[in-house]
Nanobody
Framework: QVQLVESGGGLVQAGGSLRLSCAAS????????MGWYRQAPGKQRDLVAA???????KYADSVKGRFTISKDNAKNSVYLQMNSLSPEDTAVYYC????????????????WGQGTQVTVSS
């Protein structure tokens, strides 16, 4: 059973930056796709960014050019550098360490942690 702890969220002004961290423990395949999702009030939980074992990356159009995902396999950790934040980025951010793709559909197969709140003020 994989356990996840997200951290790094907080309150930031528009235009500011935050760096989110996700520490995972348990059995994690080195071949897994890992990434970050976010969920704002009244909205679905959507994929923000993903990274493969070979360090290929994928970003939602809304964050492309502003967010950067990275990982450290030795630490079983995933990170999300968030720059040029806007109020539209306000959400609870969750990581997942077992993201899968089937018929071009991306879905999270792994467990969820508690998430970390990101609030961007205007």
């Amino acid at each position: 059973q994989v356990q996840l702890v997200e951290s790094g969220g907080g309150l930031v002004q528009a235009g500011g930056s935050l760096r989110l961290s996700c520490a995972a423990s348990g059995r994690i395949s080195r071949s897994n796709i890992m990434g970050w999702y976010r969920q704002a009030p009244g909205k679905q939980r959507d994929l923000v960014a993903a990274i493969t074992s070979g360090d290929s990356t994928k970003y939602a159009d809304s964050v492309k050019g502003r967010f950067t995902i990275s990982k450290d396999n030795a630490k079983n950790s995933v990170y999300l550098q968030m720059n040029s934040l806007s109020p539209e980025d306000t959400a609870v951010y969750y990581c997942n360490v077992d993201i899968r793709v089937r018929d071009r559909n991306w879905y999270a197969a792994g467990s969820w942690g508690q998430g970390t709140q990101v609030t961007v003020s205007s």
